[in-house]
Each structure stands twice: as structure tokens, then as C-alpha cells.
């Protein structure tokens, strides 16, 4: 089956710094890429649908100034958390289309101090 | 997305057959079941879907009710590395939008 990579798969940063995660689709092209967001004992949350060479669509209450996605490729999507702070301590996992499937990402773990 | 409703948790002795119902009463004739799986701390991991006839794969088998407002996956042999969180989703089979995930049906699978 397809494969999704993520990367770094966890990260530590200091509260006020940027953190950047990037979504690879590694067989296949990917018009569109979608990131989540989980919480310890949470479902997966929808953040963001992002298309390749357009603006990100944000789901409602998040905050597209401050997760910033740039989907540059038709294999990869980056998420940059900008000012982290430790609520957006979190699991960010991302996932690719291809056709009617859609492939996830073993998520990166995110942990602002 | 039709809405689906799942039992919260299972429980399952290992080497037996874990039946996993879901309902979606509303689901409309253009959607799909799909259902993904997360073990904990890694990505959602797809199982199987269908439409309206059951399927199988080498993972799980899949059984929809003949009106479609329910269904039951099934793993036939549990096994301890299943344990983890079902999800039921119903959708249509289209590009652009997202799999949207309810809370799911935590499975475990003990010796």
C-alpha cells in the first residue's frame, strides 16, 4: 500500500519557538494532504486540508496564522507550528489521498516546554 | 458523512473472532464503510471498506447489513498486537475531503 512519512517523528521544543513537521508521500503524488491533531485519550481532530500549489483550507477554530502549511510538491506538506506554546503540545499526524484511499502518517509527538 | 455510532470498548480473549458493530442508520446510498484502526501513538492504519456487498481482505472481513444501516467487522483470530481503537467512518468515494473520525471503539485483546 501507499506509504506516508513524517518527520521528525517526535520533538521537544521552548515555549515562543517555531517547530517545523513535514509529510512525505513516498510512492505516490498527492494533490491533496491533511493534517490532525490528537490529544491524550481524543479522537483525531482535522486541522487543515492543503493542496498542492494553493492556500490551505483551516477548519474552524484554528488558527491559520499560527500553523502554517505550505504544501510546495505533490510528495510533500510541511506544518509549521509558529510561537509554540504548551497547549499545542500535541500528536500531529498527517495523511494523503490517493484516489477514493487515504494514507496516514505515524505522527510526530509534540512536546513544548 | 452519515453519522455512525460505535460501543466505546470491547473486550476479546486472544485466538478468538472480535465482532465490531457499527451503525449508521443514515447513510445514503453513495457511501462507503470505511474502517481504520489506530494502535496507540501511531498513525490510523486502513483496514478495509464497502459499499454494500461484504468483503474480506487478509486483515478483516467486513459485513454489511442488507440495508446498510449497520455493519460488523470482524477479525477472525484476535490477536494481542490488535489491540487498539476501531473507527467506523461513512463517506462517499470521492477526492478532496477528509476522513472524519468519531470517538471510535476501544478493542481489547487479552491472553
Known amino acids: 500500500g501507499a506509504v506516508v512519512s513524517q518527520h521528525p517523528s517526535w520533538v521537544i521544543c521552548k515555549s515562543g519557538t517555531s517547530v517545523k513537521i513535514e509529510c512525505r508521500s513516498l510512492?505516490?503524488?498527492?494533490?491533496?494532504m491533511f493534517w490532525y491533531r490528537q490529544f491524550p485519550k481524543q479522537s483525531l481532530m482535522l486541522m487543515a486540508t492543503?493542496?498542492?500549489?494553493?492556500?490551505?483550507?483551516?477548519e474552524q477554530g484554528v488558527e491559520k496564522d499560527k500553523f502554517l502549511i505550505n504544501h510546495a510538491s505533490l510528495t510533500l506538506s510541511t506544518l509549521t507550528v509558529t510561537s509554540a506554546h504548551p497547549e499545542d503540545s500535541s500528536f500531529y499526524i498527517c495523511?494523503?489521498?490517493?484516489?477514493?484511499?487515504?494514507?496516514f502518517g505515524p505522527g510526530t509527538r509534540l512536546t513544548v516546554l | 458523512d452519515a453519522k455512525t455510532t460505535q460501543p466505546p470498548s470491547m473486550d476479546c480473549a486472544e485466538g478468538r473472532a472480535a465482532n465490531l458493530p457499527c451503525n449508521h442508520s443514515?447513510?445514503?446510498?453513495?457511501?462507503?464503510v470505511y474502517w481504520y484502526r489506530q494502535i496507540h501513538s501511531q498513525g490510523p492504519q486502513y483496514i478495509i471498506h464497502?459499499?454494500?456487498n461484504n468483503e474480506t481482505n487478509e486483515m478483516a472481513s467486513l459485513i454489511i447489513t442488507e440495508d446498510r444501516k449497520s455493519s460488523t467487522l470482524i477479525l477472525p483470530h484476535a490477536t494481542l498486537r490488535d489491540t487498539a481503537v476501531y473507527y467506523c467512518?461513512?463517506?462517499?468515494?470521492?477526492?478532496?475531503?477528509?476522513?472524519?473520525f468519531g470517538k471510535g471503539t476501544t478493542l481489547s485483546v487479552s491472553s
Open positions: 495523511s494523503a489521498r490517493q484516489g477514493g484511499e487515504q494514507f
Open positions: 510512492d505516490f503524488q498527492a494533490t491533496t
Open positions: 492543503s493542496n498542492e500549489g494553493s492556500k490551505a483550507t483551516y
Open positions: 443514515t447513510i445514503s446510498g453513495n457511501e462507503y
Open positions: 464497502g459499499l454494500k
Open positions: 467512518i461513512a463517506r462517499g468515494y470521492q477526492a478532496g475531503t477528509a476522513l472524519i
